[in-house]
């Protein structure tokens, strides 16, 4: 079993920086490929970004390429999300996810576990 509980968020400038945090509870953190997902209002949950248990596998979704960089500290049990020149369009509820699966998913169903969301804004 694995607890998620995002941080981070908040309401930022368009081309501003914000650093999302998920603490993650339980001996089995650095087994599990770890991702982030946004939800915009209206729209559909969407993947953002994942890495796996050694942080060597990196995966990102388009939009967010070159802005986005996902990192874990598997000592301190916390994956990052460090998000910069932020646009408008990244406005959304952000959301950690832990995965049991070996590869370094995109897809939503593949995750077992979810944190409870961080609001992130972003004004022009």
């Known amino acids: 079993q694995v607890q998620l509980v995002e941080s981070g968020g908040g309401l930022v400038q368009a081309g501003g920086s914000l650093r999302l945090s998920c603490a993650a509870s339980?001996?089995?953190?650095?087994?599990?490929?770890m991702g982030w997902f946004r939800q915009a209002p209206g729209k559909e949950r969407e993947f953002v970004a994942a890495?796996?248990?050694?942080?060597?596998?990196?995966r990102y979704a388009d939009s967010v390429k070159g802005r986005f960089t996902i990192s874990r500290d598997n000592a301190k049990n916390t994956v990052y999300l460090q998000m910069n020149s932020l646009k408008p369009e990244d406005t959304a509820v952000y959301y950690c996810?832990?995965?049991?699966?070996?590869?370094?998913?995109?897809?939503?169903?593949?995750?077992?576990?979810w944190g409870q969301g961080t609001q992130v804004t972003v004004f022009s």
């Open positions: 996810a832990a995965s049991s699966g070996v590869g370094v998913t995109t897809g939503i169903y593949e995750y077992d576990y």
């Open positions: 339980g001996r089995t953190f650095s087994r599990h490929v």
């Open positions: 890495i796996n248990w050694s942080g060597g596998i990196t």
